[in-house]
């Protein structure tokens, strides 16, 4: 099912990555089957670029399994500036054989150890590259924004007037990164109106549950943290388990909002972690099914 085709008053996803090399993907299908219980709309699994052999590629596998065994709908990750062109067709035949028909197309983060071929140097060359290499119809696009600007980028202005060539090159949906002010996304999704992007625009949420993931978080992708949300941190970054209750309320507090607002769409970045997904879902399926119901 192509990601455009799911229309609902509000969507629910997951965001989850692919075990790490020394796990199988059979010792962890009770993680997937958990959240694939959840029944969200789709689920995104990211993407590491790099590995010898693209055809073992674990996105893909993940991917393959979330469809056939989990009857979830996928999306797969797909980065593009580590790679040259040809690895990047082999990856959309692979996709295509394996059933895949939505892909995330990204431009992926600099890697200091890595020198790029300099095949592709933002992700809307990726999607042109898509779009220009497969027959119409073989894969949706969906392509990542960002609510307080990427943080490479000098104004939040100037990533919207990228932002809206990448999504003219052929996206059907974005998909934010993470944010801990909603104020923040709303203003954003003002400019993109401004703008004329006219896709579904998904809020990414990260709850966060642990110190060292929050850290991670702010020093890779600048989120900033409003009062409410550090005086939390402050209070219980020394109690795992109430921050992890703190963290829980946080991010539902959040959903709520962004809910009642009329977003189009919820993006949970699951961390593959079925225990804290299931709380948030928990917390919200009575909202989200009001918004599918009108
Ligand atoms: P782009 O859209 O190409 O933008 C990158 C920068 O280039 C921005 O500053 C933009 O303003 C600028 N830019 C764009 N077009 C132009 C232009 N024409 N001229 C000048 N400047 C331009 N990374 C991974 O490695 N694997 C993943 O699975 C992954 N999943 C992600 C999922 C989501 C939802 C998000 C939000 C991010 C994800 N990332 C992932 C991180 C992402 O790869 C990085 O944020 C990366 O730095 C930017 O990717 P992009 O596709 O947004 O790039």
Redesign the pocket.
């Known amino acids: 099912m192509k990601i455009r085709d799911i229309s609902k008053g509000a969507s629910f996803s997951l965001e989850v990555f692919p075990p790490k090399k020394s796990y199988s993907l059979q010792s962890v299908s009770k993680t997937f089957g958990r959240l694939a219980a959840l029944e969200p709309d789709f689920i995104s699994v990211?993407?590491?670029?790099g590995g010898s052999n693209i055809r073992q590629n674990k996105t893909v596998e993940l991917c393959r399994k979330l469809k056939q065994e989990y009857k979830v709908e996928p999306v797969a990750?797909l980065?593009c500036f580590n790679s040259r062109k040809d690895e990047v067709l082999t990856m959309l035949e692979l996709m295509k054989e394996q059933g895949i028909e939505n892909i995330?197309a990204?431009?992926?983060?600099r890697n200091p150890d890595i020198t790029p071929p300099g095949d592709f140097h933002?992700?809307?060359e990726l999607i042109d590259f898509i779009r220009t290499h497969t027959k119409e119809g073989d894969f949706d696009i969906c392509?990542?924004c960002?609510p307080e600007g990427?943080p490479?980028?000098d104004s939040l202005k100037?990533?919207i007037r990228?932002l809206k060539?990448?999504v003219d090159a052929g996206v059907s949906l974005l998909?934010?990164?993470l944010f801990f002010d909603n104020e923040d996304f709303y203003h954003f999704l003002e400019l993109c109106d401004v703008a004329g992007i006219e896709v579904p625009i998904h809020a990414?949420i990260m709850p966060v549950t642990n110190k060292s993931q929050i850290e991670r978080m702010v020093s890779t992708c600048g989120a900033s943290l409003p009062g409410k949300f550090s005086r939390m941190m402050a209070r219980y970054e020394n109690n795992p388990q109430a921050l992890l209750d703190a963290g829980i309320s946080y991010a539902t507090e959040q959903i709520v909002d962004l809910l009642a607002s009329g977003v189009s769409g919820i993006h949970l970045y699951a961390m593959n972690k079925p225990e804290i997904a299931e709380k948030i879902k928990g917390n919200i399926a009575s909202l989200i099914d009001v918004h599918n119901q009108e």
């Open positions: 990211t993407y590491g670029a990750h980065t995330l990204l431009r992926g983060d933002y992700a809307y392509a990542a960002y990427h490479e980028c100037e990533d990228h060539q990448k998909i934010s990164q990414g």
